[in-house]
């Protein structure tokens, strides 16, 4: 399997990189505009098919592309490639509006070809190991009644498009597991300082389950907790390694194995393998797509209401 990386910034380097040097059977190109650092890295990781635009990695016939640049670039990215029938992974987000988004969307329709999206939250080995949206017990089974996802910063305030966009999209999408999310069903609280957005919550529920994101870049120091209950049950995560289950007054620890990796424990590793099974079967899953355009749609929405909102002050 061929796969060419386009975009060698700091995700790339940190997340990706070191997973695809050593993925067997894979067949790498590297791309970048920047000469010096895509020679530095194909010498890094012994590649030798490399391009320095996406027309050169098309013409190189890969059988899939990765884009890892920065956001306004992804949309001029995707479409040569969707076009040419070749499947397409892409960072969060696709593109920063809605409506480019559904485009692209509906452009991989038309072209019958994989838009897969980089949420790697949605691979967390931890998280997954223990928590589901609906997890067989009994006859009834055990539903999950709350999830609540909070993702803070330290003195990053910024503008409503780039803060919900860029950032507070991972807690938003998290709650969005069943990809059918409406700004019209949100309660949303924006907190603003000096024209800039500095916390965003928003809660909705569905069923007879809550679901709540929040994001407080004005926060004491960087951190993501992830709580969520069940009937009797319930976890507390701090970060992405460890957490705790409480049961019948009972407290049990819980962590991933020794020697778990960082790519791993943030879910980028289970994210690929996902990647490269759409590759090969050539086609993504209705629910996922379905949960793609409705994760941007709402942060559009989101960012609509907060700008409204700034401006009316």
């Not at 590649?47 to 013409?59: F, M, S």
């Not at 499947?87 to 696709?94: A, G, L, Q, R, Y």
């Not at 962590?255 to 990647?275: I, V, Y």
Request: charged residues 20%.
């Amino acid at each position: 399997m061929k796969i060419a990386s386009i975009g060698l910034g700091d995700i790339a380097q940190k997340a990706y990189l070191p997973l695809l040097a050593n993925w067997p059977g894979l067949d790498w190109v590297l791309c970048s505009r920047d000469s010096q650092k895509l020679a530095a890295l194909a010498y890094q990781y012994r590649v030798t098919n490399t391009a320095t635009d996406i027309h050169e990695c098309l013409a190189l016939g890969v059988d899939g592309v990765m884009i890892h640049s920065a956001t306004d670039s992804h949309a001029a990215l995707i479409r040569p490639c969707l076009e040419a029938g070749v499947p397409v992974f892409v960072d969060k987000p696709v593109a920063p509006s809605g409506a480019d988004v559904e485009t692209l969307f509906n452009l991989a329709e038309q072209h019958q070809t994989p838009l897969f999206v980089g949420f790697n939250r949605r691979y967390l080995p931890l998280l997954n190991t223990h928590l589901n949206d609906q997890r067989p017990e009994d006859e009834l089974g055990t539903p999950l009644l709350s999830l609540r996802w909070e993702k803070h910063r330290h003195a990053l305030p910024d503008a409503p498009r780039r803060f919900i966009f860029d950032d507070f999209i991972h807690p938003l999408d998290s709650i969005n597991v069943h990809g059918d999310m409406s700004i019209d069903d949100l309660d949303v609280f924006a907190q603003f300082g000096e024209g800039l957005l500095g916390r965003l919550d928003v809660r909705w529920h569905r069923d007879n389950s809550l679901f709540e994101a929040s994001m407080n870049r004005q926060y004491g120091a960087t951190k993501e907790t992830i709580a969520a209950a069940y009937r009797n049950e319930c976890y507390f995560f701090d970060g992405f390694t460890r957490g705790e289950r409480m049961q019948d007054n009972v407290i049990t620890q819980l962590s991933l194995p020794d020697w778990t990796g960082m790519q791993a424990s943030k879910g980028f590793e289970a994210m690929l393998t996902h990647w490269f099974e759409v590759v090969s079967a050539g086609w993504v899953e209705t629910s996922l797509t379905q949960r793609n355009v409705s994760t941007h749609w709402t942060a559009d929405d989101l960012v609509v209401y907060c700008d409204a909102l700034r401006d009316s002050d």
